[in-house]
């Protein structure tokens, strides 16, 4: 079992950056791939990026490639979503989720934080 907490959400403007946190609870945290989504009013909740295991690969949707970049700190539990030159279309609840495997697919993560609020204005 995990718990993903997420935090960092706020209102920016368009340009502005924002770093999310998601703290995970548990000492299993180094045998998850973890995974930023994002879910816009209206639509439908999509991948924004994964991180593998120990760090090393990294997975990124296109329309945020370049422009986000996800780590990972083992240690401390903790994944995050450093995002700059944020775009208007940027705007969404952010949520941090745990998988088994590398996977770019919604339903193969098996854990979910509750969100984060993510609002950029132009």
């Known amino acids: 079992q995990v718990q993903l907490v997420e935090s960092g959400g706020g209102l920016v403007q368009a340009g502005g950056s924002l770093r999310l946190s998601c703290a995970a609870s548990g000492r299993t945290f180094s045998s998850y791939v973890m995974g930023w989504f994002r879910q816009a009013p209206g639509k439908e909740r999509e991948f924004v990026a994964t991180i593998s295991w120990g760090g090393v690969n990294t997975y990124y949707a296109d329309s945020v490639k370049g422009r986000f970049t996800i780590s990972r700190d083992n240690a401390k539990n903790t994944v995050y979503l450093q995002m700059n030159s944020l775009k208007p279309e940027d705007t969404a609840v952010y949520y941090c989720?745990?998988?088994?495997?590398?996977?770019?697919?919604?339903?193969?993560?098996?854990?979910w934080g509750q969100g984060t609020q993510v609002t950029v204005s132009s």
């Open positions: 989720a745990a998988s088994i495997k590398v996977t770019v697919t919604t339903g193969e993560y098996d854990y």
